[in-house]
């Protein structure tokens, strides 16, 4: 069968392709294989022949589909500016909207359902944290073992959403913050350094109660309806608010793609944790420290440099912070987290995570800066523990921190 959902891959988008082959050496999945049809020009020559009525939606299309991380390296090189990642979240659609209905009804249960039910987020971490510490994580199967073998899965805290937290003067605006999915439970240092740096530079900052998941992993991985859906009680709960900052980049990314519109529309006001904190630096609401921190090694989330070009403002955070950046890729070649797909391809993902891994080691940093929670997972599985991983902002708010203890305020 053709194309049979509004999602599907369009003609434009589709005949953009040249077949100039320029994006073969940026594409990890073709790097690690040499094979053509795990090549971006491959994928589009598969989309291309479902359009045409050449070839179907049937098991080796959703292979080749599956196969791509959606890292988008190819869109950042294309000469025809070909909307690899547009094109490709519509192929995926097509995939399970073509699945037969009980693997369809699995998939959209799993990333398009479970991920806004805020409760089963929590009690999943806590099993995955529980897993952990008690040691029987490794002997889980499947999926629940590669899960709970991702580390450290910290124990989950109280969700920010609800609150609000004030300055300690009157407030010169008011900005939203994003809570995320897994954000709160998983990584809520990076909420508390966004949240205390804002308060520092003078604003109030409100977690909606109303928010849910972006929906970035359930259009990543074809529940595109579901995506939709996600994205619309976003716009919803984040009306009246101007900013809305995201301390995640697969979640910015995803909004700022999907929650077009009008001039007013929620696309248009989020911003990445990283933009904001690197312009209040720039405008000198927030302090630049002078002390030599020495290097940190630099990860760039796929979905910040090449979905959002944002390369920048983490490395301008971390040089205010007293950090050097150290550059570890010319490319910014997927570290292999790539949503789920390290669950969905192990071993292309553990290859491509021992190989930023590598390039993390031999910097000699005994920090890396990310800015995704991805990535952060798959670089604290693949290095060991004597390598700090941490967001930029994060960092930046612990100097910050320090410089205020040092001078007594
Ligand atoms: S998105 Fe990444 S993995 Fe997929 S075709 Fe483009 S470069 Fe290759
Ligand atoms: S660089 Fe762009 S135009 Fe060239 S083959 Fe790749 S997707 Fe097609």
Redo the contacts with the bound molecule.
């Keep these: 069968m053709g194309w049979v959902t509004e999602w599907a891959p369009t003609k434009v988008e589709l005949d953009a392709?040249?077949?100039?082959?320029?994006?073969l050496p940026v594409c990890p999945t073709f790097q690690l294989t040499g094979d053509e049809a795990a090549s971006?020009?491959g994928r589009?020559t598969a989309m291309r022949a479902v359009d045409e009525g050449i070839m179907v939606v049937d098991e080796r299309f959703g292979e080749i589909m599956d196969f791509c991380l959606q890292c988008r390296a190819?869109e950042v090189?294309?000469?025809?500016m070909?909307p690899?990642g547009r094109a490709m979240e519509g192929a995926k659609a097509e995939v399970v909207a073509q699945l037969p209905d009980a693997r369809r009804a699995f998939k959209r249960s799993v990333f398009g359902r479970a991920l806004r039910v805020r409760g089963l987020v929590t009690m999943a971490s806590w099993m995955a944290a529980g897993a952990q510490r008690t040691g029987i994580a490794p002997r889980l199967p499947g999926l629940l073992g590669r899960i709970a073998g991702l580390r450290p899965i910290p124990i989950p805290v109280p969700s920010t959403r609800g609150r609000t937290w004030d300055p300690d003067g009157i407030p010169k605006g008011t900005i939203a913050l994003f809570s995320g999915c897994v954000m709160d439970p998983w990584f809520s240092e990076v909420h508390v350094a966004v949240i205390q740096l804002l308060r520092t530079a003078g604003f109030r900052v409100v977690a909606p109660e109303k928010q849910t998941c972006c929906g970035a992993l359930a259009a990543h991985e074809g529940a595109a309806y579901d995506a939709a859906d996600m994205v619309e009680r976003n716009v919803q709960a984040f009306e009246g608010f101007d900013t809305v900052v995201v301390d995640a980049a697969g979640c910015s990314a995803h909004l700022k793609a999907h929650a077009g519109g009008d001039g007013a529309s929620l696309a248009a006001r989020v911003v990445d944790a990283t933009e904001l904190v690197a312009s209040l630096i720039a405008e000198g609401s927030l302090p630049t420290i002078d002390v030599d921190r020495g290097p940190v090694a630099i990860q760039d989330p796929c979905h910040l440099r090449h979905a959002q070009r944002i390369v920048d403002e983490p490395r301008a955070i971390l040089r205010a912070a007293g950090y050097q950046p150290v550059e570890i890729d010319t490319h910014g070649m997927c570290c292999g987290a790539a949503g789920a797909y390290q669950l969905s391809h192990p071993e292309t993902s553990d290859e491509l995570g021992r190989r930023k891994a590598d390039q993390v080691r031999t910097t000699g940093a005994k920090i890396v800066a990310s800015a995704n929670p991805g990535c952060e997972m798959q670089l604290r599985t693949h290095l060991d523990a004597t390598v700090r991983v941490a967001h930029p902002v994060e960092l930046y708010w612990e100097a910050v921190s320090e410089a205020r203890v040092i001078a007594g305020n």
């Design positions: 392709c040249i077949d100039c082959g320029l994006c971006p020009r589009l190819c090189v294309c000469p025809s070909v690899f």
